[in-house]
């Protein structure tokens, strides 16, 4: 079991981490851990596999994200998982959704330690792939360090060695999965604390980092960060993580790289008959702040559903939405 290096992730995110989104990514870094969108055991026992779990080879590193609270299913799920070319597969506690506390699995499971202890033993035993798991600081009452204590001891001795911290609690009822993500406030203490309670777990941080300066900020308290919606909503600041986070060399891409990586893409996703607009929605803000912004996104949110760019012309579709910003920001590469 080799374990992927975690210093650096994008957070999963349903509806926004698809395969589409990865590939993006895989543009402007090419070491950052990447999460899918969550998957349940369920649907994946149930469903159409190579849909749910399809991605392609450039995504890696790439992690699964499962769903469930039963550890006879997770186990099964796991099995079908696993050699799919998968780095990590990681179990929601996070997820507030009403939908999933109706299913017993996510955020609420925070209340059972010793159930997620199962799960995470029988996923363990289920492949050699390491298995981690994303969580809240606590939910409703459960919510004092002791609590969380308990929970993170239960888990790891059953064999969870990485765990990825949202450092903000969730409310089950009165909030919605949205509120849930900014109402509760944000307490990096706790998961610095944590760290340092646990120094042989591997100890993630996630929740309202948003550029690349957060998040290395953080790898040192504790061992990794993880950006969620700044990584979508700004993508760019990813360009300078393989240098800064992995000690690769050169600076990164510039963004007129990202396009032409972007264009090519384009053509590759035309061509299997994928509606352009599905790959594009994932780039809108790619010229977050820059002058020629507001362009980039109405070429690229709408023009690109027009019969016209949804074929062979697809990479001119994106080369002239990119050409409003000027050429001198376009080239410019990350900041050291
Ligand atoms: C649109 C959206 C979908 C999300 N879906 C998931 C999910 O499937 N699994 C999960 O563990 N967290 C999910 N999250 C939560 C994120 O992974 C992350 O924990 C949260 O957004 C906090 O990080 P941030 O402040 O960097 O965005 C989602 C967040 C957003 C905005």
Not at 221 to 241: C, H, K, N, S
Request: hydrophobic share 45%.
């Amino acid at each position: 079991m080799t374990e992927p290096d975690r210093r650096l992730s994008v957070a999963p995110m349903m509806d926004w981490t698809d395969s589409l989104d990865r590939r993006f990514l895989r543009l402007i870094t090419k070491r950052t851990l990447l999460y899918t969108e969550m998957v349940t055991a369920q649907a994946l026992l149930h469903g159409n596999v190579d849909s749910l779990l399809g991605h392609e080879e450039i995504e890696a590193p790439l992690a699964l994200q499962l769903g469930g609270g039963e550890p006879a299913l997770l186990a099964k799920a796991v099995r079908i998982a696993a050699d799919r070319g998968f780095a990590e597969i990681n179990l929601n506690v996070g997820c507030p959704s009403d939908r999933v506390s109706a299913g017993r699995f996510g955020a609420c499971l925070m209340t059972e330690p010793d159930l997620v202890a199962d799960c995470v033993a029988a996923m363990a035993a289920a492949s050699n792939l390491p298995v981690t798991v994303k969580h809240r600081i606590g939910v409703d009452e459960t919510d004092s360090y002791a609590d969380l204590v308990r929970f993170v001891g239960k888990v790891a001795e059953a064999g969870c060695r990485s765990f990825v911290v949202h450092a903000r609690k969730a409310w089950l009822s009165g909030l919605s999965p949205k509120e849930n993500r900014s109402v509760p406030p944000l307490r990096y203490d706790t998961v610095h604390r944590l760290k340092a309670d646990f120094p042989h777990l591997e100890i993630v941080l996630n929740g309202g980092l948003l550029t690349l300066d957060d998040a290395i900020a953080q790898i040192g308290p504790v061992d990794g960060a993880m950006i969620g919606r700044a990584a979508y909503e700004t993508p760019y600041i990813l360009a300078g993580a393989d240098a800064r986070v992995f000690g690769e060399a050169g600076p990164g891409p510039s963004r007129q790289e990202v396009v032409e990586g972007l264009a090519e893409l384009a053509a590759q996703v035309v061509a299997t008959g994928t509606p352009l607009a599905r790959l594009t929605r994932h780039a809108l803000g790619l010229f977050h702040g820059c002058p020629g912004a507001k362009t980039w996104r109405r070429m690229l949110g709408e023009d690109a559903r027009l019969p016209e760019w949804n074929g062979p012309d697809a990479p001119k579709l994106i080369r002239r939405a990119a050409s409003r910003v000027p050429v001198e920001l376009r080239a410019l590469a990350p900041a050291a």
